[in-house]
Nanobody, 121 residues
Framework: QVQLVESGGGLVQAGGSLRLSCAAS????????VAWYRQASGKQRELVAAIPRSGSTNYADSVKGRFTISRDNAKNMVYLQMNSLKPEDTAVYFC???????????????WGQGTQVTASS
C-alpha cells in the first residue's frame, strides 16, 4: 500500500506564506505524476498544481505566479510553496500521486487525507 501524508497547513493572514509538504511511504515501486488539489467548503475539488516525474509544471490560473510546486524524487517528497495567500485560497489541500505499488504491475491513484489552509482577511 502507498500512503501519502500532508503537513504544513494552518492559519495565515492574507498576504502571508505557507509551505505544504507531502510524504509518500509504503510499498512504492514508482511514482509518476504528482499534484496538489484543493476543495473549498461547498465547492468541487480543483487542481492547483501538477508536476510530472520529469517535465514542466502546470498551474491553475488563479495561483500562477504565487504558488510553486516541486518534488524530490530521491526522498519521495512533494512540496507546494504558497505565497501572497488570499482569502479565496482557503480550502483543504490534498496531495495526489499516480504511483505503482511493488505488488502490482499497474499504476493507481493515491490521495492524502488533506490539510486545512486558511488565509484570513
Amino acid at each position: 500500500q502507498v500512503q501519502l501524508v500532508e503537513s504544513g497547513g494552518g492559519l495565515v493572514q492574507a498576504g502571508g506564506s505557507l509551505r505544504l509538504s507531502c510524504a509518500a511511504s509504503g510499498s512504492i515501486a514508482s511514482i509518476g505524476d504528482v499534484a496538489w488539489y484543493r476543495q473549498a467548503s461547498g465547492k468541487q475539488r480543483e487542481l492547483v498544481a501538477a508536476i510530472p516525474r520529469s517535465g514542466s509544471t502546470n498551474y491553475a490560473d488563479s495561483v500562477k505566479g504565487r504558488f510553486t510546486i516541486s518534488r524530490d524524487n530521491a526522498k519521495n517528497m512533494v512540496y507546494l510553496q504558497m505565497n501572497s495567500l488570499k482569502p479565496e485560497d482557503t480550502a483543504v489541500y490534498f496531495c495526489y500521486h499516480r504511483a505503482r505499488d511493488r505488488r502490482w504491475t499497474f499504476y493507481s491513484d493515491y490521495w492524502g487525507q488533506g490539510t486545512q489552509v486558511t488565509a484570513s482577511s
